[in-house]
């Protein structure tokens, strides 16, 4: 007969042929509960878990959870609660997995609930809320992190209320409700303050830091934040260490120091994480720097796949695009007193709406005296006058005036009192 040790062994190595994933399973459903067996199940399992994802197969990886039933009840339940995360996290990797991830959520909600297993649904539903929010379904996942922030609460479990206000600030943030994002999120760091809170965690809510500071025009908090999510992300080799580091690049674009973004992608940390995310910044600060509208859009378009697929830069560089047009706007216009808008745009490689558009919004933001005779196509651009003091000084005399007669009026009460 065979060593039951070795057999343990063989099962938790990596599948490679469906005749070895049908003897995991066999295994794993095998009567021996052993602490040794239980530590080879588990391996087995997200080997199993592993091969599927790999495969794309997410129908079989909501199976092989929904045939583990059994098996959770022998085991303790923080070990079942680790188990039944990788597995969704397994999922997670299968493209265009969404709706295969929410159901098998909802269904081992229902599981929880029926086995009366609070700490593992808790878990559940947060990743559930995160999920809806990835799929903007924004108020059904306020109304979950409602109710399950009073029951955590109640429980004063704070690793878990990290990860519910994390979620409730990044739902707040898509919904753009600064205020109650930037409450969410001083609640997370509050609760994470008070324990030991892994760096992924910790990574994510310096992430969400750095968005709002970044909303808020505050690039250089901002960019210390987002260094600190770096080095965390850094740390554990998490792919969205990438992210950070273009954030960091985008707040030095915006802080009109361009010249340092060469410096931090030759650094180490730019070596490490070398690629096409990283040019794509360099290119625009390098059309940033030179002041190039046409640079910028060529930048823009030729890496459009890295910006548009992340709001955070694609936000901010539609305000950087917009300070671009605007300064080459003034520069063109700089010498004249009339211009033509159709000589501007020909200037620009622009339409003539939207260099119209961009003038009126400037002379009414008041970047330059002016106006648009619509009749001419042209632009009037008048000199910048002195602001008239003759009315200042006028209110001022009237104003000291009035206190002089005010004064003279109190001594009079005084004498006429005096006199009685």
């Not at 399950?148 to 878990?160: A, G, H, T, Y």
């Not at 709002?212 to 505050?218: I, N, Q, S």
């Not at 361009?258 to 625009?284: F, N, S, W, Y």
């Not at 796949?305 to 063109?332: K, W």
Request: glycine letters at 4%; hydrophobic letters at 40%; one cysteine or more.
């Amino acid at each position: 007969s065979r060593n039951p040790r070795r057999a343990r062994m063989a099962a938790a190595a990596t599948p490679v042929t469906a005749e070895e994933i049908s003897a995991k399973e066999a295994f794993i459903l095998s009567s021996d509960n052993s602490e040794e067996a239980v530590k080879a199940k588990e391996q087995a399992i997200y080997a199993i878990g592993e091969w599927y994802a790999l495969r794309g197969e997410g129908g079989k990886l909501g199976q092989l959870l929904t045939a583990l039933r059994p098996f959770f009840a022998t085991i303790p339940k923080a070990r079942t609660a680790k188990v039944v995360r990788v597995l969704i996290d397994q999922v997670a990797k299968i493209p265009d997995s969404m709706p295969l991830q929410m159901s098998l959520c909802r269904e081992s909600i229902e599981w929880c609930k029926a086995e009366k297993r609070s700490f593992l649904r808790q878990r559940i539903q947060t990743r559930l809320a995160a999920l809806l929010l990835e799929s903007k379904q924004y108020t059904e996942a306020l109304s979950m992190l409602a109710s399950l922030q009073r029951e955590v609460k109640r429980l004063d479990d704070k690793p878990q209320l990290v990860e519910i206000n994390l979620v409730e600030c990044q739902t707040h943030y898509a919904l753009r409700n600064g205020p109650r994002a930037k409450a969410a999120l001083t609640a997370a760091r509050t609760a994470a303050n008070a324990i030991y809170c892994p760096p992924l965690l910790q990574a994510q809510i310096d992430v969400m830091a750095g968005t709002l500071h970044a909303d808020e025009k505050d690039f250089k908090t901002a960019f210390s934040y987002f260094y600190e999510s770096f080095e965390n992300f850094d740390s554990v080799s998490s792919p969205r260490a990438v992210d950070t580091l273009k954030y960091m690049l985008l707040c030095k674009i915006m802080m009109n120091a361009p010249e340092e973004v060469k410096a931090i992608i030759d650094g180490k940390a730019g070596q490490r994480h070398t690629g096409p995310a990283l040019e794509a910044m360099r290119e625009v600060a390098s059309a940033h720097q030179q002041r190039s509208l046409h640079d910028f859009n060529a930048a823009v378009l030729t890496h459009a796949s890295h910006f548009s697929s992340d709001p955070i830069i694609s936000r901010h560089l539609e305000t950087l695009y917009d300070m671009l047009l605007q300064e080459n706007i003034c520069r063109i216009i700089e010498p004249y007193s009339v211009v033509e808008t159709s000589h501007i745009a020909t200037l620009m490689s622009l339409p003539v709406a939207t260099i119209e558009g961009k003038l009126s919004h400037m002379i009414l933001d008041k970047k330059f005296s002016g106006i648009l005779d619509a009749g001419a196509g042209c632009l009037i651009v008048y000199n910048d006058q002195e602001a008239e003091k003759t009315y200042d000084q006028a209110l001022d005399t009237l104003g000291n005036m009035g206190r002089v007669v005010d004064a003279l009026y109190e001594k009079a009460q005084q004498l006429a009192l005096t006199k009685a």
